[in-house]
């Protein structure tokens, strides 16, 4: 890391760690909240990010049953925000991953391996048992410890001490420390900053509205870089964990990592920027214009996925289907690959009964079969695909 380029810094100081030939610079960032100054132009956009995100929020309170826009919406996130860190896989992919059925012959291979699909998993699983743990207890770095085990579990880089804060130093960009693009805090340091940085999390009266204070925590957390992998993701999740923990959201239907993934290389920029040269400006800029755009792509998907599932709900009462089809309906949007014992599991029914509710939705054209086999037998919902991706 070159510390000149840390050196006059308003957003925190550069150190030397180590000992004579082993020494390197750090960065140390100042706690939160950093002195921002208020303009006309960033109260107009914190204005239409507040109305963007109330809209999300009012259709997520509104819907009848919006737990089914969930599941896709958080498989999105977490193949994007995966993405950002280089794995391969979509949600297909992590769809059919989680039936256990990324082989299966008949489904055309995707250039996403086991391993990148299981990353993107854990990351599904780690982001649910977060929003489960805050019915006991709010954002917290123990909560974060636990969610990190869950996302590096099993997966490259589960030797990197899953679910424990870092006692290495780690860097960012460059084959050695002295080549890297940055350098977060030494043990000791880090170890301090957190402990700022949980006591900022649970500040009750802060001066700074909560989509402000969203941008601020999210660089605070890159910038400590607390574990020794996985802190990219973990960093974006603690988003979605914040817009539920605070009330912002009612459920987590609003995901940044689709705008850092189409804007990857601004994304670094901005955050490296904060580093150097103290431009928080330009980086909550960047992060508001990021919430009015999500917010506004999730209505419009969770609009058209609301509209699908009415659609297909009218054309089977008009079929005067059994009860078995309408639940089917629901299922799909959680699940939009399964099999004949996918739903005789899910609804007690016998293997013919999902057999035959499974040709009826193929006929209607819900679903189509991916296999070509007569047995074990996978069908896919491609029109819920098609609104997800």
Do not use: C
Not at 30 to 48: F, K
Not at 118 to 128: H, P
Not at 138 to 164: C, D, F, N, Q, Y
């Amino acid at each position: 890391m070159n510390h000149k380029d840390f050196e006059n810094s308003p957003a925190g100081r550069v150190i030397k760690a180590g000992q004579g030939n082993a020494a390197y610079w750090t960065f140390i960032p100042n706690s939160l909240p950093p002195d921002l100054s208020a303009d006309w132009e960033l109260t107009r956009l914190l204005s239409e990010a507040d109305r963007a995100l109330s809209e999300l929020g009012g259709l997520g309170r509104t819907l009848p049953n919006p737990g089914l826009l969930v599941s896709p919406f958080l498989r999105r996130e977490a193949v994007l925000s995966s993405r950002i860190e280089g794995t391969q896989s979509d949600i297909t992919d992590l769809y059919f991953y989680e039936a256990r059925q990324l082989d299966l012959p008949g489904i055309e291979k995707s250039t996403a391996n086991e391993a990148d699909v299981r990353e993107v998993f854990n990351y599904v699983q780690a982001l649910e048992h977060g929003l489960k743990r805050l019915a006991e207890f709010p954002v917290s770095l123990r909560l974060l410890r636990e969610i990190h085990a869950r996302l590096m579990e099993g997966v490259r880089g589960e030797h990197a001490t899953p679910g424990e804060f870092r006692t290495r130093q780690n860097w960012i960009g460059g084959a050695s420390i002295n080549e890297s693009v940055y350098v977060p805090p030494p043990v000791s340091e880090m170890e301090t900053a957190l402990a700022s940085f949980e006591k900022y999390l649970h500040t009750e009266h802060d001066l700074y509205p909560p989509l402000i204070r969203l941008a601020f925590i999210h660089y605070q957390f890159e910038a400590i870089h607390p574990f020794v992998d996985g802190n990219g993701r973990m960093g974006r999740l603690l988003l979605s964990l914040l817009l539920v923990n605070w009330n912002l959201l009612p459920l987590p239907l609003l995901y940044l990592s689709a705008y850092f993934e189409s804007n990857r290389q601004a994304y670094y920029d901005h955050l490296l920027a904060i580093s150097q040269r103290g431009a928080w400006g330009a980086w909550v800029t960047f992060f508001l214009n990021g919430i009015v755009h999500q917010s506004r792509d999730a209505v419009t998907r969770a609009k058209r996925l609301q509209d699908l599932q009415t659609k297909w709900r009218t054309r089977l009462q008009e079929e005067r289907v059994t009860g078995l089809a309408l639940g089917l309906v629901d299922m799909l949007f959680e699940t939009p690959v399964l099999s004949a014992e996918d739903i005789r599991t899910r609804f007690g029914v016998s293997h013919p009964a999902a057999m035959t509710a499974l040709r009826r939705f193929s006929d209607l054209g819900f679903l189509r079969e991916m296999t070509g086999k007569d047995r074990y037998r996978r069908y896919v919902a491609e029109a819920i695909f098609e609104i997800v991706l």
